[in-house]
């Protein structure tokens, strides 16, 4: 008999500065600790929306919204990624969300959410426009005449409601959040916290 | 000529859970970083109220404040701290506070800021309670009898206004916060990072 790989859940947003840090560096570090990642794209929004915010509370509140920039910038730098906050803030996130859905069917959702990341907060691309998310299919050697429709079809979008409500129910406020060993970790200054739980 | 020792000034609020976290741990580490400490209590409810919060955000987000507590937990038994969130939450900090900047002029305001935490999230004591806070002075071989009356003079209670006013001048917006290099840094969770910041 085998002893099964421990799991960790890797639930993040595509609008979300902190899940760009956490994205992309999450698979070394999960290979070397020998956990599993499953990759959970969701949405924020209807979750901020049921607390009462409109957008994103970087926005609501601005010397957080500074701080986060600036705390960005810092790690970012630390980790040799280039780091922009895109314009406008947040993008909005719901197609690339659902694409990478069709990814996690397909077995190309990791590097499919580190190029949605690297558009959006490297390059200053817009993560909304559909040509974007074409382009990116494309250099991932994906066929995205073929590919691109599916953002439509309505499974992939009950899909990713379904997603979202199960974020909700985990009690997930913010992203990038970690499910390991039947805890939520908050936040990717605790994706080291996870990764060792997920082998307690 | 002798170099200065770099500073790190340390901004917490004795009602914050993650102050305790870092109070309890950074004078051996700003030890071993060569990097001096100012201790710098400020209050965080006139900060919140300007925002339009009147409690804990972890109060009005409970999906953040049941997972604040779980975190702590985590965190605590990791350090080899005790933790228990305190009945009521968050404590009414107004005294804790004043005494602290009593001390600060006198040199054992560490010390009385680590006793403080200790009552209030380890011992579960009441730190609005001048009697609480007169035992704790008086475990520190201090004389209760003649500090704890300072806490209404009206220059001590004018301090602490001040301070509150520089912490929110500094883009100050929760606790713990650092200032280090001329930068901010957010959370327990970047001590570290704000230490290396000082040594640059």
């Known amino acids: 008999m085998t002893t099964p790989k421990p799991k960790i859940q890797f639930w993040y947003e595509f609008a979300s500065t ?20 499953e990759w959970k794209p969701f949405l924020l929004g209807p979750i901020f929306h049921a607390q009462g ?22 790690l970012a730098a630390e ?16 197609l690339a969300a659902r694409l990478a859905l069709v990814g996690a069917e397909e077995g190309w959702i990791a590097p499919f959410t580190r190029a949605v ?13 559909r040509g974007v998310l074409a382009s990116l299919l494309e250099g991932l050697r994906l066929d995205a005449s073929q590919l691109l429709p599916r953002i439509d079809q309505p499974q992939i979008k009950e899909r990713l409601k379904q997603q979202t409500a199960e ?12 499910v390991s060993g039947g805890e939520l970790f908050w936040g990717d200054d605790r994706l080291e916290q996870a990764l060792a739980w997920a082998n307690r």
């Open 79 to 94: 980790r040799g990624l280039a780091f922009a906050l895109p314009e406008p803030f947040p993008q909005n996130s719901l």
């Open 117 to 129: 990341f690297t558009a959006e907060f490297a390059d200053g691309a817009q993560i909304a426009d």
């Open 18 to 37: 902190y899940s760009y840090l956490a994205a992309m560096r999450i698979e070394p570090l999960a290979a070397a600790a020998g956990v599993a990642v």
């Open 167 to 178: 974020a909700q129910q985990l009690g997930i406020f913010g992203a990038p959040s970690f």
């Open 53 to 74: 915010w409109d957008t994103s509370p970087f926005n609501l509140y601005p010397a957080k919204g500074r701080y986060m920039a600036r705390d960005l910038e810092r």
